[in-house]
């Protein structure tokens, strides 16, 4: 006998709904603790380029604003692992978890702000004073043609 799947295409009650509904929601952001600091990223504004310049001075002048982590000071910055087809050919492909002197998305973090409260640290990204030199956009591993545009320099990847 053929089983059927009574659920696909019906209502399921969410016993979740009423709560949000209601406004007594609560999000991981609405959680706050003594002492602890918010954090808000700094991302890079271009698909590729390198980092000429990066102060974080400004933003750790701001009060309230405790530190500014950056490839600097994490020192040996971890790579994250993939996910699907990990081998050995493909270890020189990880993403590094911050840029250290060349981006490679939109997006992708360069600096981290810790602060007293979500609305400084977002202060603090903003004083950050940043340069990136655009590089050619790579779409395609056959688009690059100059060892500058390279993605990853150091697997020496077209």
Not at 72 to 98: D, H
């Amino acid at each position: 006998m053929i089983s059927v799947n009574r659920y696909i295409g019906s209502a399921i009650g969410r016993v979740e709904d009423a709560r949000f509904l209601r406004g007594r929601g609560e999000y991981v952001a609405d959680l706050g603790r003594p002492g602890m600091l918010r954090a808000a990223i700094l991302r890079s504004p271009v698909a590729h380029g390198r980092i000429r310049r990066l102060d974080t001075r400004p933003a750790l002048a701001i009060r309230g604003v405790h530190a500014v982590l950056t490839a600097a000071e994490i020192g040996a910055v971890p790579r994250i692992p993939l996910r699907l087809q990990t081998s050995p050919a493909t270890e020189p492909f990880r993403q590094p978890v911050i840029a250290a002197e060349k981006v490679r998305y939109v997006g992708e973090p360069i600096a981290v702000v810790l602060a007293d409260s979500a609305a400084i640290a977002e202060d603090g990204v903003e004083a950050i004073a940043l340069e990136i030199k655009e590089l050619q956009v790579v779409a395609d591993r056959h688009i690059s043609s100059r060892d500058e545009t390279l993605i990853f320099e150091e697997a020496g990847w077209r």
